[in-house]
């Protein structure tokens, strides 16, 4: 059948020809090259994406990331006295629940105000930014947001590269996923530095303001919120005019966000910055050093100074200001008798005064920074004229790379004039100068001191004798024009009055206090040395120093103890070459000054501090008795047993010697001395907690005429400097071989102390230096302070004590007719004969009487 023709396919267009038609193939080829371009762009950035997403680190990790935490030390009082952290700075978590709007607002105003409408990248910002940074002239700009500052503060690293730049495009979107907007938020205020030393918005308010974060006013959260842009350039200590700039912008930036109404703006915007006074000096140095080693050595390194620990620890800071005080004047005391050493340095007096511009540049930039009022130089470095010396203090911690080619730059004297080290002027202030002029006639120094002019008069300066002469009679034999010196301003002055100034210089003896509480064993103050930040040695805790006589108590404890022994038992002083059988040699034990004089007791020896007669009594017990006794009063230093630990050459530290003084002090009661109290994690999870454990380890009544004995050391011995605290205290001197080492510890009712002076490398003090001439004024120093307001008591007299009156004479009990003295004894030793009336028995006739052993 043949198909009709209105079955039939219609015949194919025309191709169409003309400009019409050419336009719709170019079109057709456009689309095709668009979609080829769109593919291949897709496969770029998955390429891209795949690439860069290797190694990645997990946005989850954020979840349960822990913070690097300052570990906080507190003290007695409550107050924080020491603090362990990592070099990045200190770091205080809070919540950010905590912190009222205001603060949370503030951020997000001077950061990313759409911080809570995008999801993590500000596309439009990015746009603005990238066209804003191809303008020729234009000031570049960024466009990140919080979360993406969060990524690079805490999973990538802060390099500015591409590379680096695609990995954080790629985390922000997981980082919004797996976090929530406030825990983001958080993590930024925590985490990011704020200059000083300082990260997280707790620390910073705290050393910027002198509270915390939750009690930050609008002004101040604002300047806070400003300073983290630029923390080392235009935090308000560094620079309050650019920090006000700063805080206008975020403020600002609060109103138009809506963040802030504008009158409180307005209100903030017209206050100025109050920065709250600069902390304290602090004390303590050694003490706190000591627990971090201990801490260190329990919970290693990084938990100490990453892990937010917190630690109560014994320091009473009071006590421990005066302890610290108490070892400076008394070191420095020893110094100066020790003679002067001359000037750290001399200086050409033409160039000095090439330099004064330089350094008053420094001066007066320091003195903007100083609230305590205007800045000196400290001209030092001023001696060293080969090398510069290192940067000027306060600097910025890592300068930048502009400030490196700054430096590169200067000329040799402006880097002298830059390392200079200032300090705030103020009373008490030790410091280098140059002298520039002396008169012998008005009997007077002039010392620059950069900025202001102290004047030095001759009759500070008598002490300041060269090794090898005698003591100056004229300025001129102590300082010439020229010489860099170390004054200590006395009194300050207004400008431009001179300053009151005197002479100084560091000592280079060293020494220590250690003070403990007996009736708990807390350990309220503890130094180890003049100058932590000069060495850090701990002298106290780490130093083991031979006690000399001071150790002489546990001899005549152990005597006592052995029931062989009462306080009026008779030994003889008297030369005499003793073959030591513990050693095998030979020799003749002498006193201090050389003397003898014959029979005595054991108080009077002790109160004379008798080498002979504490070698008869060592050899009397043994050595192993008497080192029996030490151990179990706290000495836990290997100590010689031979005879010659009569005289104290065992070496021992000042803390176990002031806790083995504690235990005869609480009349045999030992407990280790307390440093370190409690230790608890971050979360607040304690860790360990110590209170005293007291043992009885040495008879009560044996300790207790210890004592007594020793109270005769203070009342009538080489310690009688101490009966100006008008109360009963009880104490030894000791000074070893050729005053190597000399020590006093000693105790009243209320306190414990031991002290030591010598020099490190063991080298002789100078044979006028002894235990009660060099550590005994810095014990003494300590127990004036230390007893203000407290009644004088007295010892507890425990059980099995015997207190009789007996005639000093004859030692037997004194009748109605003779007035005799209170002597203490062990219960059953006490004389039971009555003294005869004065003319009918001798002291000889006595001793025989009561069978009293002479040695």
């Known amino acids: 059948m043949t198909p009709s023709p209105s079955s039939s396919t219609p015949p194919a267009p025309a191709p169409r020809s003309g400009p019409g038609g050419r336009l719709w193939r170019w079109t057709k080829r456009l689309l095709v090259l668009a979609a080829v371009a769109g593919v291949l762009l897709v496969l770029v950035c998955a390429g891209v994406y795949a690439y860069f997403n290797q190694g990645l680190p997990s946005a989850e990790a954020l979840r349960t990331y822990a913070l690097p935490q300052v570990t906080k030390v507190r003290c007695a009082d409550g107050s924080v006295c020491a603090e362990y952290f990592l070099p990045q700075g200190r770091r205080t978590v809070v919540n950010i629940e905590d912190l009222p709007p205001h603060v949370r607002n503030a951020f997000l105003a001077a950061e990313d105000a759409d911080f809570y409408k995008h999801a993590g990248l500000d596309f439009f910002g990015m746009t603005r930014a990238a066209v804003k940074n191809l303008i020729p002239g234009s000031r570049k700009s960024g466009a990140s947001t919080l979360t993406q500052q969060v990524v ?44 000083q030393g300082r990260s997280g918005i707790e620390e910073a308010a705290l050393y910027y303001f002198g509270k915390h974060a939750e009690k930050l006013s609008l002004g101040e959260a604002a300047v806070l919120a400003g300073t983290v842009q630029s923390p080392n350039r235009i935090n308000p200590e560094r620079n309050i005019v650019k920090a006000k700039q700063r805080q206008t912008y975020v403020l600002k930036q609060m109103a138009t966000h809506g963040f802030a109404p504008q009158a409180e703006v307005d209100k903030a915007l017209e206050k100025p910055i109050v920065l709250a006074p600069r902390p304290p000096t602090e004390q303590g140095l050694y003490y706190a050093e000591e627990i971090r080693r201990t801490l260190v050595a329990r919970y290693g390194e990084e938990a100490v100074l990453s892990g937010g620990l917190r630690v109560d620890i014994a320091m009473d800071p009071k006590l421990q200001a005066v302890a610290d005080d108490s070892v400076r004047k008394g070191l420095e005391a020893v110094d100066r008798r020790q003679g002067y050493r001359g000037p750290v340095g001399t200086i050409d007096l033409a160039r000095f005064e090439r330099l004064k511009p330089l350094l008053a540049k420094q001066v007066e ?18 001696a060293q004229t080969e090398e510069p010396p290192p940067a000027v203090a306060g600097a910025p911690v890592a300068p930048t790379p502009t400030e490196e080619e700054e430096d590169a730059t200067l000329s040799p004297d402006e880097k002298l004039a830059q390392g200079v080290a200032l300090a705030p002027l103020v009373e008490g202030l030790r410091v280098a100068g140059v002298v520039t ?61 001179l300053l009151d100034a005197t002479l100084d210089q560091v000592p280079l003896v060293q020494g220590g206090l250690v003070v403990i509480r007996p009736t708990d064993r807390h350990v309220v103050a503890l130094v180890g040395g003049y100058d932590f930040t000069r060495s850090p040695y701990n002298r106290a ?49 002498q006193n201090y000054d050389r003397t003898f004089e014959g029979p005595m007791t054991l108080r009077t020896a002790l109160t004379k501090s008798k080498n002979t007669v504490s070698v008869r009594i060592i050899e009397a017990i043994t050595p192993a008795a008497a080192i029996d006794f030490a151990n179990r009063a706290g000495i836990r230093s290997p100590l010689p047993e031979n005879l010659t630990l009569a005289l104290g050459t065992g070496e021992v530290s000042m803390l176990e010697a002031a806790n083995a003084y504690a235990t005869l002090q609480a009349n045999g009661r030992y407990a280790e001395p307390l440093m370190l109290l409690k230790v608890m994690n971050a979360q607040g999870k304690v860790l360990e907690e110590h209170q005293p454990a007291f043992e009885e380890k040495l008879p009560p009544a044996v300790a207790f005429l210890t004592t007594s004995l020793m109270r005769s050391v203070v009342e009538e011995g080489t310690a009688r400097a101490v009966t100006e605290l008008n109360r009963p205290a009880a104490g030894k001197t000791g000074t070893a071989n050729e005053s190597r080492d000399t020590w006093f510890s000693g105790y009243t009712a209320d306190w414990v102390a031991s002290a030591w002076v010598g020099f490190d490398d063991h080298s002789p003090l100078g044979s006028s230096e002894t235990g009660g001439r060099a550590p005994l004024p810095i014990w003494l120093e300590f127990m004036r302070a230390a007893h203000q307001g407290l009644p004088s008591r007295e010892f507890d007299v425990p059980p099995g004590v015997v207190q009789v009156r007996i005639d000093p004479a004859t030692g037997l009990l004194a009748g109605n007719s003779v007035p005799g003295r209170l002597e203490s004894f062990l219960e059953g030793t006490q004389p039971t004969a009555e003294a005869p009336p004065p003319g009918h028995a001798s002291e000889t006739d006595f001793f025989l009487q009561e069978g009293s052993r002479g040695l």
């Not at 930039?365 to 001023?382: F, N, P, Y």
């Open 152 to 195: 690079k503060n805490m999973l990538l690293t802060p390099e500015r590269s591409l590379s680096r730049k695609i990995r954080e495009w790629i985390l922000t979107p997981r980082v919004e996923q797996a976090l929530t907007k406030d825990q983001i938020l958080s993590l930024y205020i925590n985490q990011v530095y704020y200059g």
């Open 437 to 497: 002029q002396v008169d012998d006639t008005a009997k007077k120094a002039r010392v620059d001191l950069v900025g202001r002019m102290a004047e030095i008069p001759f009759a500070s300066v008598t002490w300041a004798r060269l090794k090898g002469k005698s003591a100056p009679t004229k300025m001129s034999q102590v300082m010439k024009p020229g010489d860099i010196v170390h004054v200590r301003v006395l009194r300050v002055t207004p400008a431009p009055a």
């Open 365 to 382: 930039e320091a003195g903007r920074r100083q609230k305590e009022g205007a800045s000196v130089a400290d001209l030092t470095s001023l």
């Open 541 to 589: 805790t780490q130093a083991r120093r031979q006690p000399g006589s001071s150790f002489k108590p546990f001899i005549y404890g152990a005597a006592l103890g052995s029931g062989r022994f009462t306080p009026i038992t008779t030994v003889n002083d008297a030369p005499e070459a003793i073959r030591d059988p513990y050693t095998g040699k030979t020799w003749k034990p």
